[in-house]
């Protein structure tokens, strides 16, 4: 999503700065903040001005449920359940839910990276999860980073019961096993390389 400080915005719709902040005084226009607050624009804000009856498209409200393996549909089926109680209780109204099978370390995934582009992309303006590893195993900082600078709010049940241990536990060995090999791979290589520099200097 493209984003514009007030100097670029100003000259995206063709006035001034001051006009713009001018406007902002006033409030005919609404600056967007980054979790900084840093002051910016995007193109719904270009598009409002410069076509006034122009009405941005709702922004839809998603929940995203996921488990790691086919064997889990009932663990993934309480999930989805429970949210459903949650946004009841919440007075959340759902647009979409999105149910995903992959595991959470493998940030690759299909529908986890088209939710993350329709975020980028504005369409998405309420996410919310049952718990921060339903979406990735690791780096939800970050996640939550980029919804927030695209106006999207993330939500999180904190319901640890439907975060299962077991996937903790294979995500922690997965660590492990791929920390092993390339630490093999650096001893074999330090081998070599030690191998080599005898025979050079012979």
């Not at 992959?102 to 690759?108: F, Q």
């Not at 077991?166 to 920390?179: G, H």
Request: glycine share 8%.
């Amino acid at each position: 999503m493209s984003m514009y400080r007030i100097g670029e915005f100003a000259a995206r719709i063709g006035r001034s700065a001051s006009t713009v902040r001018r406007w902002e005084r006033e409030g005919r226009i609404t600056t967007k903040r980054t979790p900084t607050g840093q002051r910016y624009f995007d193109e719904s804000d270009v598009r409002a001005v410069l076509h006034p009856s122009f009405e941005a498209p709702k922004r839809a409200t998603v929940v995203h449920c996921r488990v790691s393996s086919p064997g889990q549909k009932n663990d993934l089926a309480s999930q989805i359940e429970a949210m459903e109680t949650f946004r009841l209780g919440a007075g959340i109204a759902v647009d979409e839910w999105i149910s995903e099978i992959g595991g959470g370390m493998n940030l690759r995934r299909k529908k986890f990276l088209a939710l993350m582009d329709r975020i980028e992309d504005g369409q998405v303006g309420h996410l919310a999860v049952a718990h921060k590893d339903r979406l990735a195993r690791f780096g939800f900082d970050y996640i939550e980073h980029v919804a927030e600078r695209n106006g999207c709010t993330l939500t999180v049940a904190n319901a640890e019961t439907l975060s299962p241990r077991q996937e903790l536990v294979e995500d922690l060995l997965a660590i492990v096993r791929t920390f092993s090999c390339h630490l093999y791979g650096l001893h074999r290589y330090k081998k070599q390389l030690t191998q080599e520099l005898k025979g050079g200097g012979e």
